[in-house]
């Protein structure tokens, strides 16, 4: 599957225009617990997630993974914080619950766009836009 089509999905679109834009029939799974319930598509052999409301069955997130390869608003997936800094700039703000793990660096502008870094090896290891 193209890498390129994901770049070209946009929130608020209904599950069936993304499986027209990406040219396949995708599966949904439910997940639920008591805070919050969504329906996801998880494509490992891309690194791409896809996640809908429950409600509209419409996109409002997607997560990339290795082995996604492509940049994201010029960021690439093993990055580090110093050259997502370089080329984004100074964050919108950070995730307001602390993890031990991970910083999540979020970008508001143009659009929204989160930068999770590993603090062990201090580069990108997920993306979410």
């Known amino acids: 599957m193209d890498q390129e089509l994901f770049l070209k999905l946009k929130h608020g679109e209904t599950f069936s225009d993304v499986e027209s834009t990406l040219n396949v029939e995708l ?57 997502v800094k370089n080329i984004k700039g100074k964050p919108s703000r950070r995730w307001p619950m602390p993890d031990s793990d991970i910083v999540r660096l979020i970008y508001d502008k143009p659009s929204f766009v989160r930068y999770d870094i590993d603090l062990q090896s201090g580069r990108v290891v997920h993306i979410f836009k």
């Open 27 to 83: 599966v949904l799974t439910r997940y639920e617990n008591d805070n919050v319930t969504y329906d996801y598509c998880h494509l490992s052999e891309i690194g791409v997630w896809l996640f809908f409301k429950i409600d509209s069955q419409r996109l409002y997130s997607i997560r990339f993974d290795e082995p996604f390869s492509l940049d994201i608003d010029g960021v690439k997936l093993g990055n580090s914080i110093k050259e």
